[in-house]
């Protein structure tokens, strides 16, 4: 079993940046691949950000591609999303995910566990 606390989300005037964050707790936690998504209000949560188990390899949703970094540090079982030069559009709240396969995937349905999420708001 993997659990999922995120923390970091707030309020953020455009142009500026934020770094959230993802503990994880599990006995394989550090095998598990995980990704970020993030969901409006009356929207579909979409995918933002993933990552392997390792960290050797990502992937990003074009619309945070060259803004956003993501990574992890399986020694501490944490992992984080690097916002900078948000934008209004980015405002959602941002849900942390594990994936039971260690490879990293954009498919939301390969998610197994989810956080509670975490609000950004983005000022204009």
């Known amino acids: 079993q993997v659990q999922l606390v995120e923390s970091g989300g707030g309020l953020v005037q455009a142009g500026g940046s934020l770094r959230l964050s993802c503990a994880a707790s599990?006995?394989?936690?550090?095998?598990?691949?995980m990704a970020w998504f993030r969901q409006a209000p009356g929207e579909e949560r979409v995918f933002v950000a993933t990552?392997?188990?390792?960290?050797?390899?990502?992937y990003y949703a074009d619309s945070v591609k060259g803004r956003f970094t993501i990574s992890r540090d399986n020694t501490k079982n944490t992992m984080n999303l690097q916002m900078n030069d948000l934008k209004p559009e980015d405002t959602a709240v941002y849900y942390c995910?594990?994936?039971?396969?260690?490879?990293?995937?954009?498919?939301?349905?390969?998610?197994?566990?989810w956080g509670q999420g975490t609000q950004v708001t983005v000022s204009s």
């Open positions: 995910a594990a994936d039971r396969n260690p490879m990293a995937t954009t498919r939301k349905a390969s998610y197994n566990y």
């Open positions: 990552i392997n188990w390792s960290g050797s390899t990502t």
């Open positions: 599990g006995r394989t936690v550090g095998y598990n691949a």
